[in-house]
């Protein structure tokens, strides 16, 4: 298979919910993961979601360019990842996008690992970038803390979660959303309601009290954060000796260090 | 060369000539504390500072959560009725206070079982896991993720566990707990915040509404979820009774490594080591060399964003950004308390500032009392002959 060959790929969305007023719309991660879908060259995407074919948020996917979008429908509460398994495997997809974790339901970001697990495809979690290599692999660039990125490569067919690192999603089309169609594709599969789940408005967490143990002498240190004078003081130093210092030090914490490649 | 910090030596309080109690507030404010939030503070318990005739008694001051060590009974587990698994992340090779919290989860739902707490540790074993209320360690060696998951599937088919805990944590837990669980198809609850009385909490619908439902085999939880334990203290002995049967791996994914990342590019909040300027820089030119040579994320105070020489997105401080860097070097700032309470969070800080008694330099851990403008180039030449990157 050339690099150059149409990409298959499918694209898993959601129904978020805007953070302040709590109405229904696209979920930003599934909506930064169709755009890098769309951004992939020569890509054929197919949108897919189970759920509620006559939610009108759907339509911000359509909105982003697409002509359909695929709606498995499924009872509030049934579990998707069986039957979007057996939709994504009927599609064949060399690639399956997918935000890290939906915002609208119980959020756990388990669907890419689960329905990987059940395609036998290779998962990349927290991908900010996906780049076609020779030979059938993807190289994902992924995101990891602190700003920084690590390079990973993996054989097609994968499923890749994408991180909130990851490109803006570009804006949504009010025309074209009209304009697309929303097929709705039978589920192949049973799918259980999940029982045990009790939701509620979510309470505040109590912020952690630091208690320091001791007499009143060390919890009023501990309260009011006196600290000793710590830190030393380098004075009449010519520049020369002062950088020398300033650099074993930043040796020391190890946020310079590495040689530069020859 | 000096290395020391100035030294008060005479008392701020004293007995005058006429028998009258004098005070001189100069000293007091020169022996002013400064907090890491820029307040400044007089410690007038410090036995050396002449305050108070009595002097400050020694203090030891506990550390929070932590009972003093040697006083804590050591309780003993041989044979627990159940395994709870926990795998701390141990970011550096040491345990982070999520860890310490996830083991205190993972002790409390295993005294609800009468059982014991194994710990899976990836790098070599810390000494503080019995005092986090570990009963048996086990350290595996795997260095890919795959290598991980493969090992920890195994240990839980081996031990048949009734729990298995993670961290939900961007450093490694949610990744590898997420697989571990599609892996053993297991049911798994995420994100969870607290665990009571059979039932757990999470977040769900946006951070809108808590979901509990009844324990899951897998837990993936939140920073304090539960108290680190720090009643008793725990054997952390190796497990070395049982056998587990690791199969052969295959690996799938190739790691190409860290990719190296402007610095610059990383927001300012997120980054770990930060080089900012102030009033005391001059040369531009020569603060934007310093920088790309340490390969630092520049900031500055708001003496230079408002002078224009730096952007607004660069302020740090209370009405910049709030930064939380592993290491800040301040140079030519003079360390106003705005911009103090913009680097509480920082870990360690380097100043560089010609006036000794300025207040960056009371908080800094390294301060070099010289001119930035000819320190930078010396460090620039430096960095360049002893190829350091």
């Not at chain 1, 919910?17 to 979920?27: V, Y």
């Not at chain 1, 509030?76 to 690639?95: M, S, Y």
């Not at chain 1, 939701?199 to 009023?220: E, Q």
Request: charged letters at 20%.
């Amino acid at each position: 298979m050339s690099a150059h060959a149409g990409l298959n790929v499918v694209v898993l969305v959601s129904v978020g919910r805007h953070p302040a007023s709590g109405q229904p719309r696209r979920a930003t991660l599934d909506a930064k993961a169709l755009e890098m879908a769309l951004r992939l060259p020569g890509a054929a995407v197919t949108v897919l979601h189970a759920g509620n074919p006559d939610e009108p948020a759907l339509r911000d996917y359509l909105g982003m360019g697409m002509r359909s979008i695929e709606v498995i429908p499924l009872p509030p509460g049934a579990d998707a990842v069986a039957a979007l398994a057996a939709r994504v495997e009927a599609l064949n997809p060399a690639l399956v996008l997918t935000g890290l974790h939906a915002e609208g339901g119980e959020d756990s970001g388990l669907l890419p690992y689960l329905l990987a697990e059940r395609l036998g495809f290779p998962v990349l979690a927290n991908v900010v970038a996906l780049e076609q290599q020779s030979g059938g692999h993807m190289r994902g660039l992924l995101a990891e803390p602190r700003g920084q990125r690590r390079a990973v490569e993996a054989p097609l067919p994968l499923v890749a979660a994408i991180d909130p690192a990851a490109p803006v999603a570009r804006q949504v089309a009010l025309a074209v959303a009209q304009r697309g169609a929303i097929k709705t594709v039978a589920a192949s599969v049973a799918t259980p309601v999940v029982e045990g789940f009790t939701y509620s408005p979510a309470r505040k967490r109590a912020k952690r009290m630091k208690i320091a143990k001791g007499s009143s002498l060390d919890r009023f240190k501990a309260a009011t954060g006196v600290q000793g004078g710590g830190g030393k003081t380098l004075r009449n130093l010519s520049p020369e000796d002062a950088a020398r210092r300033v650099l074993d030090f930043l040796l020391e914490e190890k946020v310079v260090g590495k040689h530069l490649d020859s | 060369m000096s290395d020391q910090q100035p030294v008060i030596w005479a008392p701020v309080i004293w007995t005058g000539p006429s028998g009258h109690k004098r005070i001189d507030p100069h000293r007091i404010r020169a022996a002013m504390v400064i907090m890491g939030d820029g307040r400044r503070r007089v410690d007038r318990t410090a036995p050396d500072r002449g305050f108070s005739g009595q002097g400050g008694a020694g203090v030891v001051l506990a550390a929070h959560g932590h009972g003093a060590v040697a006083e804590r009974p050591l309780r003993v587990i041989d044979s627990p009725a159940a395994w709870v698994l926990a795998v701390p992340d141990l970011p550096g090779g040491k345990l982070s206070s999520h860890d310490r919290d996830m083991l205190g989860a993972a002790r409390q739902v295993a005294d609800g079982l009468s059982g014991a707490v194994v710990a899976v540790c990836f790098a070599d074993p810390v000494d503080d896991l019995g005092l986090a209320g570990v009963d048996r360690v086990l350290s595996l060696y795997g260095d890919s993720i795959e290598a991980k998951v493969s090992g920890l599937k195994a240990v839980a088919a081996a031990l048949k566990p009734a729990h298995v805990f993670f961290n939900d944590s961007p450093v490694g837990g949610a990744d590898l707990g997420r697989r571990v669980a599609a892996g053993l198809k297991q049911a798994t609850a995420a994100g969870v915040w607290k665990i009571e009385g059979g039932m757990v909490t999470s977040r769900a619908r946006g951070g809108s509404a808590d979901l509990s439902r009844p324990i899951t085999p897998i837990l993936l939880v939140a920073p304090e979820v539960a108290m680190p334990v720090d009643s008793h203290r725990h054997e952390a002995r190796a497990m070395t009774d049982v056998s587990i049967d690791f199969p052969h791996l295959v690996p799938v994914l190739n790691d190409l490594g860290p990719v190296q990342v402007d610095p610059n590019a990383v927001p300012l909040a997120e980054a770990e080591f930060i080089v900012s300027c102030g009033n005391g820089v001059t040369d531009m030119d020569g603060f934007h060399a310093f920088t790309k040579a340490l390969r630092a994320t520049e900031g500055a105070s708001r003496v230079s964003v408002d002078a224009g020489l730096m952007p607004r997105s660069r302020q740090v401080g209370a009405t910049g950004t709030l930064v939380s860097a592993r290491v800040y070097v301040a140079v030519g700032i003079s360390g106003a308390s705005q911009h103090l309470q913009g680097i509480t969070k920082c870990d360690k800080v380097v100043a560089i500032n010609r006036d000794l008694s300025c207040d960056m330099v009371k908080r800094a851990d390294l301060s070099v009392i010289g001119d930035a403008q000819e320190i930078m180039p010396a460090l620039v030449k430096l960095i360049a002959k002893e190829n350091w990157r």
